[in-house]
């Protein structure tokens, strides 16, 4: 090949990573299904290059949704490594770090000389960034690491394992992603080796696929906990968010029935005292906050793995003590509210509306409080996910106790 033909062959090839790096980009801010559609329009050995990059468990989501004859074409264009590692991910949990390693290719024996291993990592480096080169024994346990730097100053006949540093850094294979990223945060390198339970080398992981996992559930927890699946993204048609929403939202409507009944069976007690009517929704808001604020509180420590077992009764304490604190506060507020207001509308008794207000604001930030705690230990017991649609539980609660409450103060107390 002359320069001219050396040149255009390296155009074409740099053209074809970026439109693959474009692919990769768009089909991660996608859910799988949309993904598919996205991809369908392009060319199998496109599709096969783009899949080989993404994250190990979105690439297999993606080929599950494809049709099936499309489906072995794709895999007759990834390579064979690639294709058995994803049937070892397939062995762990979905949220582990198992699920997104990549083949152990820049792995070798100990005992090989550095002069062997560079020129086996120049032909690698051609196709792939290589930063380290990772070392096993003669059962696959992993040994040690060598940087590129050191290769470069090491005697060409040295072995690897005089140069290595030993017993290196590395991920349990059935390791959460959460507690791969706690790990990070002290360590951060490009590349890290995946073990199994007898140190032996399963797998390599990228720190940006965990970063990106990482992101993506985080995110994703947001919209769960108003009944959004985390597979739907902005670029979701509409026809499949009315069908992923709308089931949630018949729900939030049954459990307002239930709001509503418990308002009806003191509809007496309102047509007496019309005046409660304006601070149904002044309590209910305020309650309502106040779990949330312990719901978060509760889901942020799920999430990091703070809540060991044992602490839920600390917690439950604590955030009925931030209740009860926070309920008295806001309690004399509205209190005062209610006083001036019944003063000004010309209603009976105002000192004893506003204890009614102050008491229910009271009992209503305290059993919210508690509750915020309980709706995500109750999911993660029933063994659902613990921010899925927690809101919408929670906030029936909070409008049963702190409506039912008010009014049943009220009947007790003034009529």
């Given amino acids: 090949m002359n320069n001219t033909e050396i040149r255009e062959e390296q155009e074409h090839q740099e053209k074809d990573e970026k439109r693959i790096d474009q692919l990769r980009t768009s089909v991660t801010r996608r859910a799988p299904l949309d993904a598919v559609v996205l991809l369908n329009r392009e060319s199998d050995e496109l599709v096969g290059d783009v899949l080989e990059r993404l994250d190990p468990t979105l690439a297999m989501r993606i080929l599950s949704h494809m049709d099936p004859k499309r489906g072995e074409l794709l895999r007759s264009h990834i390579s064979d490594q690639v294709g058995e590692q994803w049937s070892v991910n397939l062995n762990y949990d979905e949220d582990s770090v198992g699920r997104l390693m990549e083949p152990p290719i820049e792995a070798y024996p100990e005992t090989m000389s550095v002069r062997e291993i560079v020129g086996i990592l120049k032909n690698s480096a051609r196709e792939r960034q290589v930063i380290y080169a990772y070392?096993?024994?003669?059962?696959?346990?992993?040994?040690?690491?060598?940087?590129?730097?050191e290769m470069l100053f090491?005697?060409?006949?040295?072995?690897?394992?005089?140069?290595?540093?030993?017993?290196?850094?590395?991920?349990?294979?059935?390791s959460t992603v959460e507690e791969a990223m706690k790990a990070m945060l002290l360590r951060h390198y490009p590349i890290y080796p995946v073990?199994?339970?007898?140190?032996?080398?399963?797998?390599?992981?990228?720190?940006?696929?965990?970063?990106?996992?990482?992101?993506?559930?985080?995110?994703?927890?947001?919209?769960?906990?108003?009944?959004?699946?985390?597979?739907?993204?902005?670029?979701?048609?509409?026809w499949r968010c009315?069908?992923?929403?709308?089931?949630?939202?018949?729900?939030?409507?049954?459990?307002?029935?239930?709001?509503?009944?418990v308002v009806g069976v003191f509809d007496e007690t309102i047509s007496r005292i019309v005046v409660l009517a304006a601070f149904l929704p002044v309590l209910a808001g305020q309650s309502g906050n106040t779990g949330c604020q312990a719901?978060?509180?509760?889901?942020?420590?799920?999430?990091?793995?703070?809540?060991?077992?044992?602490?839920?009764?600390?917690?439950?304490f604590k955030e009925a003590l931030l209740g009860s604190i926070n309920g008295l506060l806001v309690g004399i507020t509205a209190g005062i509210g209610m006083f001036f207001y019944s003063k000004?509308?010309?209603?009976?008794?105002?000192?004893?509306?506003?204890?009614?207000?102050?008491?229910?604001?009271?009992?209503?930030c305290v059993?919210?409080?508690?509750?915020?705690?309980?709706?995500?230990?109750?999911?993660?017991?029933?063994?659902?996910?613990?921010?899925?649609?927690?809101?919408?539980?929670?906030?029936?609660?909070?409008?049963?106790?702190?409506?039912?409450?008010?009014?049943?103060?009220?009947?007790?107390?003034?009529?």
């Fill in 135 to 149: 070392t096993i024994d003669e059962e696959r346990r992993l040994t040690g690491v060598v940087a590129m730097r």
């Fill in 242 to 261: 009315l069908f992923l929403r709308h089931p949630w939202l018949q729900l939030n409507l049954l459990t307002a029935f239930l709001a509503g009944a």
């Fill in 154 to 174: 090491a005697a060409p006949d040295e072995q690897l394992r005089e140069i290595m540093v030993e017993e290196p850094f590395y991920f349990r294979a059935d």
């Fill in 344 to 364: 000004q509308t010309g209603s009976a008794m105002p000192l004893k509306l506003s204890a009614v207000v102050l008491l229910a604001m009271l009992g209503a």
């Fill in 295 to 316: 719901l978060a509180v509760t889901l942020r420590g799920l999430t990091l793995n703070e809540l060991k077992p044992g602490m839920e009764k600390k917690l439950v």
């Fill in 367 to 415: 059993a919210s409080g508690i509750t915020g705690v309980m709706v995500p230990l109750i999911l993660r017991r029933l063994g659902a996910d613990p921010a899925t649609a927690s809101t919408i539980f929670l906030t029936t609660a909070t409008d049963v106790i702190s409506m039912g409450l008010l009014l049943w103060l009220a009947t007790i107390l003034i009529l």
């Fill in 195 to 238: 073990c199994d339970a007898d140190r032996k080398l399963v797998g390599f992981i990228r720190g940006y696929a965990l970063f990106e996992r990482h992101t993506y559930e985080l995110t994703a927890q947001t919209g769960q906990m108003v009944g959004i699946y985390k597979e739907e993204h902005v670029s979701t048609p509409w």
